[in-house]
């Protein structure tokens, strides 16, 4: 009996053990993490580099939309240059881009784009990357509403 | 607790279910692949190779499945000292790293044709390499230790580091920005996929789960087995080797 | 999007590869774990023969 009893105790005492460490370490992470949010981050958007006011030729990656309509792309010496605006909602920043886009590039959805802004505010990219929403549909779906006119293409929101 | 996780018992359970197991599992991969590849239609901006998410998120999710199989049973192994449960997270672990280097290699030939990329260091694609490691150390753990109870102990807290570290994989994606999309399955507001896309996806995270319980059965009587083999080995001897 | 078919196969392929591997070797396993337990059983029970005699 006395036996059962202590055995019991230090159950208890292991399971303490446990749950005490588990919530010192989550706390520890927890703050290494909040204390590295500038690094972990993978883009800055439009808002936040206009607030940021980085300085010309400082590498960084840019996240936001594509505009509507502000995709346009030509040949010169062989050379793809694509140019378009990157949007937020809020801020905007012209991009160009020597190179081929991905294949989920589009007008209304995300990029991420790698490079840095030159003196007159424009951000050349060394590498774009797009990034898909969380949204899975079928073709036959979208060509339907297109059909009835109840389709509208992403609005940057 | 401890009567249904005695050994012998666990052989007998395991034993009758196990035929069910693997039937099923045999039955959900036919259904899920013919859903997969033939009956869910193609994505409006993907066409067909959006289908790579019907191996990618079954295996990311048993990754993380796998670890809380290892986190519980650690738990109970360290609190309740029950050798069964120490055997069930030790036979979980190399499953486990496998699906995560499923995860990481089917994501990568995702990213390359949807992304542009391979590889980035965003805090999902860097918090899943990261459970590798976990799943590696662990096994690692098991390997050098000979002591099987000590073993056990310093397994267990392991498990319980890398805990924290399946927390960040599920929010990363909404914690920080990153290039991997939100969550499309379990979210607050309902999935963001539909129809025979949904019936598919559901139909192969069924499948990759009745596979890893099926597997774990036979692991744990393998484990199982190798301690008889062990203290009837010592008994053959005469405490020879 | 036929370019991208590479991309398809092969996730779908290291699906196959990891599934496969996986219960192959777990199931080799506890084969050979079961006919080493035999084994051991059948000594055990062929010594306790001898001794008998």
Known sequence: MKKGLKAGARKKRRMYLLLTSLAVLGLAVLLVLNALEDSI????????IAEKGIKPGQNFRLGGLVADGSFETHETDSILVNKFIVSDGNETVAVIYEGLLPDLFREGQGVVAEGAMNGS???????????????????????????????QEDDPS | MHKFANPARFMRLSNMFLPWCTGFTVLLFALGLYYALFLAPEDYQMGNTYRIIFIHVPAAY???FGYGVIAVASAVGFIWKHP???QAARATAPMGAAFTALALVTGSLWGKPMWGTFWIWDARLTSMLILFFVYLGYIAVWQTIEDQTRAAKIAAIVAVVGLVNVIIIKFSVDWWNTLHQPASLIRLDGPTIGGDMLAALLLMIGAFNMFFITLLMWRIQSLILRKRIRSLRMQIGGGQD | MAPNEIYIVSSYVAGAIVLIGLAVASWRAKK????DLRELEKQLRELSDKSDI
Request: aromatic share 10%.
């Open chain 1, 121 to 151: 505010g424009v951000f050349i990219a060394t590498e774009v990357l797009a990034k898909h929403d969380e949204n899975y549909m079928p073709k036959e779906v979208i060509d339907s509403l297109k059909k009835r006119g109840q389709w």
């Open chain 2, 62 to 64: 048993m990754a993380q």
């Open chain 3, 32 to 35: 050979q774990d079961e006919n």
């Open chain 2, 84 to 86: 069964l449960a120490d």
């Open chain 1, 41 to 48: 981050r993978l883009f800055y958007d439009p808002t936040e």
